[in-house]
Nanobody, 128 residues
């Protein structure tokens, strides 16, 4: 079972990047999926998540209005469209997934401990 993230890179403030994450080894249509990030020298933090049926979408306050999460269950993929990037968005971004039955409430979607599948991370660096 694998989550492979891609799409990171260098950007300038105000630019856009799109992260992709492809799941392999199982059917992810029954999984909630999302993104976390670890800024340099800081703790890991929640970025965004999307429910298995795409009805629920959850965002950190710091990215609301700038980032959009989406998924394509036919491709076992989740995406993070990042617009109006800021230097504070610089981080390693991790794709995550968890079976929908592990989530009992909306607040679970924001917790790192909810997700038992983690990708390897992709670096996003935003310069001012």
């Amino acid at each position: 079972v694998q989550l492979q993230a891609s799409g990171g890179g260098l950007a300038q403030a105000g630019d856009s990047l799109r992260l992709s994450c492809a799941g392999a080894g199982r059917e992810f249509s029954s999984y909630h999926m999302g993104w976390f990030r670890r800024p340099p020298g800081k703790e890991r933090e929640f970025v965004a998540a999307i429910s298995w049926n795409q009805i629920g979408r959850y965002y950190a306050d710091s990215v609301k209005g700038r980032f959009t999460i989406s998924r394509d269950n036919a491709k076992n993929a989740v995406y993070l469209q990042m617009n109006l990037l800021k230097p504070d968005d610089t981080a390693v971004y991790y794709c995550v997934a968890t079976l929908y039955s592990r989530v009992s409430g909306a607040q679970d979607m924001y917790r790192a401990t909810t997700y038992d599948l983690w990708g390897q991370g992709t670096q996003v660096t935003v310069s001012s």
